[in-house]
């Protein structure tokens, strides 16, 4: 294929019951993590953090655990801003030799993840973390960028919804997450409760624990003025992180 000029074998991708064999009708395509729901992007993040000559163990349950990563650390890369900068060259350098060294040692794909992690938290302008990011990129091959704006541009238009039923909200955790709290809290108000439990089943199902506070925050002098949804996401590697979605009426500014 004139597309991939070089390649080579990797060690075996296993199952928890052993090697993966098509003989035994267990084995793995693109089109069925599609048909699953699953991005093939998060099937690359989930290869990329092992080394190839290491046995890979694939699981259903590990294919969740690195598509939670992933969404994560596109979220992250959203949040950053394109008009932080400058992207001072000098400042990348030691950042760029660190992946470099990664590919250098055999190909060590899970180093260079690292990597990634390592630009979001260095000391620097957003418009260099981006372009470092884009540039290891190249490498990854996992859209980063790309997958960053499309979040960035969905999260200017949920960030502060207004609702059916007069509320807006505002989150602090991943704008995706707060509209569908926000669209489960709108199907308890109108007694809809099948739909809201599918959604609640459809959160619990990405590692999302939502927890309805009785009788929200009070402000302003009245009662209920605001509602509080407080949402729990999992990481099975680095255990929880607590967000608080608010809902407050459309026609009080918000403090």
């Known amino acids: 294929h004139a ?4 390649w080579f074998h990797v060690h075996h991708l296993n199952t928890s019951t052993g090697k993966m064999s098509k003989s035994k009708g267990e084995f793995l395509t693109v089109s069925l993590l599609e048909e699953k729901g699953y991005d093939p992007l998060v099937y690359r993040f989930f290869c990329l953090q092992s080394h190839y000559r290491k046995a890979l163990v694939f699981t259903w349950e590990n294919l969740d655990n690195a598509k939670i990563a992933y969404d994560k650390l596109i979220a992250r ?7 932080d900068g400058p992207a001072e060259e000098a400042s990348m350098t030691a950042l760029k030799e660190k992946f470099q060294k990664a590919l250098d040692a055999d190909l060590n794909t899970s180093l260079a993840i690292t990597t990634l992690y ?12 981006l372009a470092l990011l884009d540039s290891f990129d190249q490498v990854l091959g996992l859209s980063l960028l790309a997958h960053a704006e499309a979040k960035r541009k969905e999260a200017a238009k949920t960030t502060s919804a207004s ?10 955790g991943d704008p995706e997450i707060d509209a569908l709290v926000l669209k489960r809290y709108e199907a308890k108000k109108a007694k809809n409760f099948a739909e809201a439990d599918k959604i609640r089943d459809g959160l619990k199902a990405q590692g999302i624990e939502v927890t309805d506070v009785r ?10 003025l605001f509602v509080t949804i407080h949402y729990r996401q999992r990481e099975l590697s680095q255990g929880s992180s607590l967000f608080c979605a608010i809902l407050y009426p459309k026609e009080v500014k918000q403090q």
């Open 118 to 129: 390592d630009v979001l938290k260095a000391d620097m302008h957003d418009a260099a973390k």
């Open 163 to 172: 609702t059916a039923s007069g509320y807006q909200i505002t989150g602090e």
């Open 3 to 6: 597309w991939c000029p070089q």
């Open 77 to 83: 890369i959203a949040a950053l801003d394109p008009k």
């Open 215 to 224: 009788g929200g925050a009070s402000g302003n002098g009245s009662e209920n």
